[in-house]
């Protein structure tokens, strides 16, 4: 198969490494780097770094240290966005008390509580640093681009995958656990099909800055908006090969704020674009599937199965791990227990692994994230390129609190990188504030792509 080579493997990584070595003398251009590599990286998920850690884990621990390296070295921990900086300092202080009694209580199995800690870690940090390295719309446009840049390889890898077959070029997997292999259609070099996923979520997120930045522009180049509807039915379609249905709530959302963010005469013809996509046979056949999959859902609201088939199954988990963690002592309950549900919903994880003050402490963040956005987002020009931008970190969180549901965005390291770092950039941006900008000035110049 296609990478299966492990030498070969290991020579790119270390070759990947040596060009992480030269950035790091520019910080911003080694954090634009990795992120325009992530999916790359995540080929190579089986290779081992050291301690048993793959090449994602590993940098998982290795990107947080070297911009708290840069954090200290710079401002010495000063925080750019002070009340929500202090919340998400309470958070994460939380957290690592709460480990540290999981270690007193469970011994070296809560050792094992750590490696949740360290890919928030990932969140909080690019939440403080990021606003002190891209501090412009011009820092903005690059951090998009590469965003942008980490969706080609997924995106490219799934239609030749449709086009092609699931085994072309030697790019699909075998997946003998579990029933997903009956519903998900291209699993390719990932290990599992959440990266076909968030390159389609991120793909779309990312369209509506870019598509509000295009028609921000009195003249904007023909077309370019026609590209990004185009672009953006790209996304749809290699999120629809992975069957995920909190995925196509999302890009619905999307949609409404893409549709929006066009210009008068380009909303006709996303309205038709999309149209002729969803009543096309390939989007039909996966709506087919969907429901298929769907059907204990389907039964459970007829009445002719217990609610605890309901999503999937993960009702019946959450009531037997919620029975497991109401039977643990009143302290477990509020410091946090041993108990795990797996990545099957953020709020059930951090109510068991954090107690009751780690789940009001992440309500809290996120409710606060969000208002800080919405009230940024009011005291914008409408005439200016940061409201799609507010806009694109508004429907991140609002996908963010969704997806929680069901998934565990809290630890994915790339929805970290994207919402929260987005998060942390808009609301420090100084120009956000100000209602003299106006169109085209020099800081929304010629965008990018």
Not at 61 to 88: D, G, H, N
Not at 238 to 249: D, E
Not at 351 to 375: D, E, K, N, R, T
Request: hydrophobic share 50%.
């Amino acid at each position: 198969m296609l990478f299966d080579s492990v030498l070969l493997k290991i020579s790119i990584v270390l070759g990947g490494f040596y060009i992480f070595a030269l950035c790091l003398k520019n910080i911003k251009l080694f954090i634009l780097v990795y992120i325009a590599l992530r999916s790359l990286i995540a080929v190579f998920y089986d290779v081992k770094i050291m301690g048993g850690l793959n090449i994602l884990e590993f940098l998982g621990f290795f990107f947080p240290v070297i911009l708290i390296f840069y954090w200290v070295k710079t401002e010495k921990f000063r925080f750019m966005i002070s009340k929500q900086a202090k919340i998400y300092s309470i958070v994460m202080f939380w957290i690592l008390f709460s480990n540290l009694t999981s270690i007193i209580k469970y011994g070296f199995h809560g050792i094992y509580s750590f490696s949740n800690f360290f890919r928030i870690l990932n969140g909080y940090v690019v939440f403080m640093v990021f606003p002190l390295i891209f501090k412009d719309i011009k820092d903005v446009d690059r951090l998009i681009n590469a965003f942008l840049i980490t969706t080609i390889f997924p995106l490219l890898q799934g239609f030749l995958q449709i086009a092609g077959g699931r085994n072309f070029l030697g790019m699909g997997t075998n997946i003998t656990k579990g029933d997903q292999a009956d519903f998900v259609m291209y699993y390719g070099l990932y290990y599992k099909y959440e990266w076909y996923a968030w390159a389609a979520l991120l793909g779309g997120l990312l369209l509506i800055y870019k598509i509000g930045k295009t028609s921000s522009f009195k003249r904007a180049p023909m077309g370019k908006e026609i590209f990004y509807i185009i672009l953006f039915i790209f996304f749809i379609t290699l999120g629809a090969v992975t069957l995920s249905r909190a995925l196509f709530i999302s890009l619905f959302i999307i949609s409404i704020f893409i549709f929006f963010n066009l210009k008068k005469n380009y909303k006709i013809a996303f309205l038709v674009l999309i149209g002729l996509f969803v009543t096309g046979g390939f989007f039909k056949g996966q709506l087919g599937q969907l429901l298929l999959r769907s059907d204990s859902e389907i039964k459970v609201m007829k009445g002719e199965l217990p609610a605890d088939y309901g999503f999937h199954g993960r009702i019946s988990l959450w009531q037997r791990k919620l029975g497991d963690f109401n039977s643990q002592s009143l302290l477990n309950r509020f410091t946090g227990t041993k108990i795990g549900v797996g990545p099957h919903s953020d709020y059930f994880q951090w109510l068991f692994s954090y107690g009751y003050v780690g789940l009001f402490l992440y309500l809290y963040w996120v409710i606060v994230l969000f208002m800080g956005c919405i009230s940024k987002i009011k005291r914008i020009d409408k005439a200016t390129v940061y409201l799609p931008y507010g806009q694109m970190v508004t429907a991140g969180l609002i996908i963010w609190v969704i997806e929680a549901i069901i998934h565990n965005p809290s630890v994915y390291l790339d929805y970290l990188y994207m919402i929260i770092g987005n998060t942390g950039i808009f609301m420090n941006l100084s120009a956000v504030n100000s209602k003299n900008i106006k169109r085209n000035t020099p800081l929304h110049e010629k965008p990018l792509l």
